[in-house]
C-alpha cells in the first residue's frame, strides 16, 4: 500500500509556470509507474501525463504536450509535473496516480491522492 500527497498547486496568472510535487510512502515509488490527472468542476477525469517505473518512458495528454514535463526521482520518492504557459482551461484539481502494471503508456491505477487545485486567471 503506498500513500500519495500533492502539493504546489495555487493561483497563477495565464502565461506563468506552476511545478506540481507528489510524494509517496510507504512503499518505493520505483514499484510504480506514476500518472497526473486532472478533473474541473462539471468536466470528465483527464489524462495529463504518465512516467514509467524508471522514468524511461513518459506519454502526454494532448492538451499537455508541448508545455507540460512529467519527471520523476526515485531516490527521494517524488514524481513532478512541470507545467509552462499556463492557460484558464488548466484549471482544474490535479491528481497524481500511481500504476502496479501496464505498458505502452497504458496504465491500470491503483492508487490516488487528494489532488491539488491549480487556478489560472486570464
Known amino acids: 500500500q503506498v500513500q500519495l500527497v500533492e502539493s504546489g498547486g495555487g493561483p497563477v496568472q495565464a502565461g506563468g509556470s506552476l511545478r506540481l510535487s507528489c510524494v509517496a510512502s510507504?512503499?518505493?515509488?520505483?514499484?510504480?509507474?506514476m500518472g497526473w490527472f486532472r478533473q474541473a468542476p462539471g468536466k470528465e477525469r483527464e489524462f495529463v501525463a504518465v512516467i514509467s517505473w524508471l522514468g524511461g518512458s513518459t506519454y502526454y495528454g494532448d492538451s499537455a504536450k508541448g508545455r507540460f514535463t512529467i519527471s520523476r526521482d526515485n531516490s527521494v520518492n517524488t514524481v513532478h509535473l512541470q507545467m509552462t504557459m499556463l492557460r484558464p482551461e488548466d484549471t482544474a484539481t490535479y491528481f497524481c496516480?500511481?500504476?502496479?502494471?501496464?505498458?505502452?503508456?497504458?496504465?491500470?491505477?491503483?492508487?490516488w491522492g487528494q489532488g491539488t487545485q491549480v487556478t489560472v486567471s486570464s
Open positions: 510507504g512503499d518505493m515509488l520505483r514499484r510504480y509507474a
Open positions: 496516480a500511481a500504476a502496479t502494471r501496464g505498458w505502452g503508456g497504458n496504465y491500470e491505477y491503483d492508487y
